[in-house]
T-cell receptor
Framework: GAVVSQHPSRVICKSGTSVKIECRSLDFQATTMFWYRQFPKKSLMLMATSNEGSKATYEQGVEKDKFLINHASLTLSTLTVTSAHPEDSSFYIC????????????FGPGTRLTVT | ELKVEQNPLFLSMQEGKNYTIYCNYSTTSDRLYWYRQDPGKSLESLFVLLSNGAVKQEGRLMASLDTKARLSTLHITAAVHDLSATYFCAVVTITTSGTYKYIFGTGTRLKVLA
């Protein structure tokens, strides 16, 4: 149980275009989803926390208009990188949790974004 | 702001040797996670430590938590090549709005040499 999927696993896009990454909890309802960014050989940096049906809470320094997060249902959150640039190339990982049971986060497999 | 530091950042060790990775954090937390990450992959959960003095073991890995010292350790016994990976600790912190988040450590890249 507690499986989180991400789609796509890899995406290459041209500079100036937008790309959407989906995060789904497959066998549980996730009250909260988290989006992380990881640069090569670096740690995970929390970008934002989203709760179903409400606006995401972004970490300091993360551009809300650049990284649009939507948590439309208890099993789906999306991250849209708008007007992508090469510096947005990174490994994006989502996680999901069910707050009332624990602070446990279940991590997705990650999405490798390359902007050319 | 909560800071989580690991040391060493990089560790190269011979098979069969023992070593310890340290995770220090700067503010109060009584819940800490350890994860493993292989290159190009996401995180694999190793341990969750829920209270002061907690100790957990799985195979050649053993983790412990000292909340008073704000320190967790991940001890590797008789290392084997398959343990080569990057190891992260993550500390739970409660935000001012009542939600929670993980703060990840800097990571330790472990390379076990045959």
């Amino acid at each position: 149980g507690a499986v989180v999927s991400q789609h796509p696993s890899r995406v290459i896009c041209k500079s100036g275009t937008s790309v959407k990454i989906e995060c789904r909890s497959l066998d549980f309802q996730a009250t909260t989803m988290f989006w992380y960014r990881q640069f090569p050989k670096k740690s995970l940096m929390l970008m934002a926390t989203s709760n179903e049906g409400s606006k995401a809470t972004y970490e300091q320094g993360v551009e809300k208009d650049k990284f649009l997060i939507n948590h439309a249902s208890l099993t789906l959150s999306t991250l849209t990188v708008t007007s992508a640039h090469p510096e947005d190339s990174s490994f994006y990982i989502c996680s999901a949790s069910v707050r009332e049971f624990s602070y446990e986060q279940y991590f997705g497999p990650g999405t490798r974004l390359t902007v050319t | 702001e909560l800071k989580v530091e690991q040391n060493p950042l990089f560790l190269s060790m011979q098979e069969g040797k023992n070593y310890t990775i340290y995770c220090n954090y700067s503010t109060t937390s009584d819940r800490l996670y350890w994860y493993r990450q292989d290159p190009g992959k996401s995180l694999e959960s190793l341990f969750v430590l829920l209270s002061n003095g907690a100790v957990k073991q799985e195979g050649r890995l053993m983790a412990s938590l000292d909340t008073k010292a704000r320190l967790s350790t991940l001890h590797i016994t008789a290392a084997v090549h398959d343990l080569s990976a990057t190891y992260f600790c993550a500390v739970v912190t409660i935000t001012t709005s009542g939600t929670y988040k993980y703060i990840f450590g800097t990571g330790t890249r472990l390379k076990v040499l045959a």
